[in-house]
């Protein structure tokens, strides 16, 4: 197995991961805190089942619309980065790839302290935020 992904299969690996976590959510950000001021920070995934074996994965957004997606898998050395930005329109957000030209459009929400990223077809994947930051 190759050891070195490329920015393209990181994205379908996240693109595929984000849609493959079935939870429920709110759409509730919480007293006092707007969705865009809220979505600040780094999120990481709990482990789960992807096509390469238990991976995690995580989004760090900035105030200033950029992202950073890493992923890794288990028992594979490093993890694959890669650096876009986001918009978000009340609760949907668009991130975009530009090194890829890929793009993925999701819902936002919350189930209690952790986003959740609903695709179309209505599968999300919860996120915990991570207290040591981007």
């Known amino acids: 197995m190759n050891r070195h992904w490329s920015a393209a299969a990181f994205m379908a690996t996240l693109a ?7 939870c429920g959510g709110s759409s509730d950000p919480g007293p006092g805190r ?4 809220r979505i600040v920070g780094e999120w990481v ?3 789960f089942e992807s096509q390469l074996g238990m991976s995690t ?14 992923h890794e898998v288990e028992g594979i050395a490093g ?3 890669n650096k876009g930005t986001y918009v978000l329109a009340g609760t949907q957000l668009t991130l975009s790839w530009p090194n890829t030209g890929l ?6 929400s919350w189930s209690g302290d952790r986003i959740v ?4 077809s209505n599968k999300s994947r919860s996120y915990k935020y991570a207290e040591k930051g981007c």
Do not use: H
């Not at 793009?103 to 936002?108: E, I, L, R």
């Open 57 to 70: 994965e995580a989004l760090c957004f900035t105030s200033d619309n950029r992202v950073v997606g890493w």
């Open 45 to 47: 995934s709990d482990p």
């Open 16 to 22: 595929v991961a984000i849609l493959a976590y079935s």
């Open 34 to 37: 707007v969705l865009s001021q």
């Open 103 to 108: 793009s993925a459009t999701m819902q936002v």
């Open 79 to 81: 993890r694959s980065t």
């Open 117 to 120: 990223f609903t695709d179309s």
